[in-house]
């Protein structure tokens, strides 16, 4: 199960008060030379003696903001950063950027999804990671109703792949869309070419409510997801339909139906969901 965005979030918010105002980066180690795809070498010499600024989000991605560049990191299935002292050390451990006060931030990723790459600043809307994302689904000067019913617009496509598509909206994975759908009561098969206007606000407005009750709660556990400081995620115990095919709906007690829909199994009420 990859993280998706209140995962994610999570992980900035925490690296962040880890990292604090004041961390430079005294050098990095890179322990492979690739993970997803090569890790660029220049991340070593960009990165010697380089500020770290701040740390964001886009999507999924995570930016660490530097006085040498943006270091870009995505965790695939399995990416976790920690704080590693000497003599913890993992298996999997991949990369370690050395701060100058000792500490030292290691990047683990057992499977190998992740990525980590280096960004120019101020190039981040013209990357070939970043330059299709759609429009971040807690933004509500961007992912507004009228765009939401531009995008269905004459689709035949169920609406859950469509509101999982990262070039329409990014960071609704596959847990957070199933929920958000149960919520505003919409199928996830109805075509998405059939979404009213009060449907889309209604869909908006619970994509947003679930995505931040997940960010508070600090993401979900499935399997592997760990935040910065080792603990795991609680929103898992707030599921209504995710991974509960044949059980009984929370709300109607009807038995939960489920098909695999946009190539991701998916589960619904077929009593609350119209």
Not at 251 to 266: D, E, H, M, P, W
Request: glycine letters at 10%; hydrophobic letters at 40%.
């Amino acid at each position: 199960c990859m993280p998706e965005l209140p995962e994610v979030e999570t992980v900035r918010a925490g690296l962040e008060r880890l990292l604090g105002t004041d961390a430079v980066i005294d050098h990095v180690q890179l322990l492979r030379a690739d993970l997803r795809a090569p890790i660029p070498p220049q991340i070593i010499p960009r990165l010697r003696l380089a500020k770290i600024l701040g740390v964001r989000r886009r999507a999924k991605y995570l930016l660490f903001d530097t006085s040498g560049g943006i270091l870009l990191s995505h965790l695939g299935m399995t990416g976790t950063w920690r704080l590693a002292p000497t003599g913890e050390e993992r298996l999997h451990d991949h990369c370690y950027l050395h701060l100058r006060d000792g500490r030292r931030l290691a990047f683990r990723d057992p499977r190998r999804f992740g990525l980590l790459d280096l960004i120019e600043p101020g190039s981040e809307s013209t990357h070939p990671r970043l330059a299709e994302l759609g429009p971040e689904p807690l933004d509500a000067a961007t992912f507004t109703v009228e765009y939401l019913r531009a995008c269905c617009r004459g689709r035949r496509q169920a609406i859950k792949p469509v509101i999982m598509d990262q070039q329409i909206v990014v960071g609704v994975g596959n847990i957070y869309a199933q929920e958000a759908l149960f919520r505003a009561g919409i199928r996830p098969t109805r075509a998405a070419g059939r979404l009213t206007k009060n449907a889309a606000a209604t869909l908006i407005q619970h994509i947003r409510n679930v995505l931040q009750e997940a960010i508070v709660a600090g993401g979900s556990t499935i399997s592997d997801f760990r935040q910065a400081g080792g603990d795991g995620g609680y929103f898992q115990h707030n599921f209504q339909v995710y991974d509960r095919t044949g059980q009984p709906c929370h709300v109607c007690g009807t038995t939960l139906s489920g098909a695999v829909i946009g190539g991701r199994g998916t589960t619904w009420c077929r009593l609350c969901q119209a």
